[in-house]
C-alpha cells in the first residue's frame, strides 16, 4: 500500500517491540515520522527502536516505558509526553495480551480486559490534549473479527464468576471495537478534528497468546507475517481513503461490525463505567451528551 510523507509528524504505537506492532512503526518511521516505541521492556523496547533506526536511518524513534496493565505507568507515560510534545498525530492502540490464564493487573482488573482495553482507554482519554492540539489527528485501535464472539456482562466485567481465555480475549476485543465507535461520536457530537478507527489483522503469527512452542511455530509456518497482519493498521493510520468510525480488515477493505459493537447503549455504558475504574475523564468531550 501508499503511504504518504509523515515527516512532522508525532507516532505513539504501543506494544511496538514485536509482532503487527514492530513493522507498523517501522513503516511509519520509514515515512518521517517521529516514533515512539512505547512497550514494558526496556531490552526489547530498545532493540526495536536500534532495528527500526538500522532501517530507517532515523533518529527520531525513540523507546518509551508502558506496562498498560499497570494505570500508574500509563499516567506516567502520558505525563512525560505532555510535558515534552506540543502534539500528537497517531496513537496506535496495538499492544495486547491473548488466551491467557486468568490473571489480574497491578490495579485488580481481569488481565485481558484490562490491559486491552482498560489500559488503552485510559491511554487515549490522557493523550487527548495532545491529540487535539493539531489537525487530523488518529486514534488506531487494534480489535478482532472474534470481537463477535465477545460478551460484555456487567455483572460480571472482571471475570471473576466465570472466565474462558478465549471467551474474555474476544470480550476484550469488542471493547475494543465498542471503544473506537464510541470515541467516534463524542468527537463528531464535540465538533472536534480526530479520527477514530480499528481495524483486524487477520490470522496473524504473532507472540500475543501464551501457546505452547510448539503451536508458536506452527502458527509461524502458516499463518501471515506480521508484516502483513501490519497492513490495516497502517492503512487506518495514514490513508486519506480511511474514515472515522470504520473497521478495516485484511486487504486492506472496509469490515462491517458486528451488531454487539454497534450498540450505542452499551458502548454508553462501557464509556461511564471504563471512566469510573480508570480515573481517566475525556474532558474535551465532555459536554457530548449521548
Not at 20 to 28: C, H, M, S, W
Not at 126 to 145: F, Q
Not at 225 to 240: E, M, Q, R, V, Y
Amino acid at each position: 500500500m501508499n503511504i504518504p510523507d509523515l515527516t512532522g509528524r508525532t507516532a505513539v504505537v504501543t506494544g511496538a517491540n514485536s509482532g503487527i506492532g514492530l513493522p507498523t512503526a517501522l513503516e511509519l518511521a520509514l515515512r518521517g515520522a517521529h516514533v515512539f516505541v512505547a512497550c514494558r521492556s526496556p531490552e526489547r523496547g530498545n532493540a526495536a527502536v536500534a532495528q527500526i533506526r538500522s532501517r530507517a536511518s532515523s533518529t527520531r524513534v525513540e523507546y518509551v516505558p508502558l506496562d498498560l496493565a499497570d494505570l500508574s505507568s500509563v499516567r506516567d507515560l502520558a505525563k512525560s509526553l505532555v510535558d515534552r510534545l506540543d502534539r500528537i498525530d497517531l496513537l496506535v492502540n496495538n499492544a495486547g495480551v491473548g488466551m491467557i490464564s486468568r490473571q489480574v493487573t497491578t490495579d485488580g482488573f481481569e488481565k485481558q480486559f484490562g490491559t486491552n482495553h482498560l489500559g488503552h482507554f485510559a491511554l487515549t482519554g490522557l493523550l487527548l490534549p495532545l491529540l487535539l492540539a493539531g489537525p487530523g489527528a488518529r486514534v488506531v485501535t487494534v480489535s478482532s473479527d472474534n470481537h463477535a464472539e465477545g460478551e460484555i456482562d456487567f455483572d460480571d466485567l472482571q471475570a471473576e464468576r466465570k472466565y474462558g481465555r478465549n471467551s474474555s480475549y474476544a470480550r476484550s476485543k469488542l471493547a475494543n471495537l465498542l471503544f473506537t465507535l464510541e470515541l467516534q461520536r463524542r468527537a463528531d457530537g464535540a465538533g472536534v478534528d480526530l479520527l477514530s478507527l480499528a481495524c483486524d489483522p487477520g490470522t496473524t503469527a504473532t507472540n500475543i497468546g501464551a501457546l505452547p512452542r510448539v503451536m508458536s511455530l506452527m502458527m509461524r509456518l502458516f499463518l501471515q507475517s506480521a508484516d502483513k497482519g501490519a497492513i490495516p493498521s497502517l492503512f487506518a493510520a495514514t490513508s486519506p481513503e480511511a474514515r472515522g468510525g470504520e473497521f478495516y480488515g485484511p486487504g486492506p477493505k472496509r469490515m462491517t461490525p458486528s451488531p454487539k459493537a454497534l450498540d450505542e447503549a452499551v458502548a454508553t455504558r462501557l464509556w461511564d463505567v471504563s471512566e469510573n475504574l480508570t480515573g481517566v475523564r475525556f474532558a474535551a468531550l465532555d459536554h457530548f451528551a449521548p
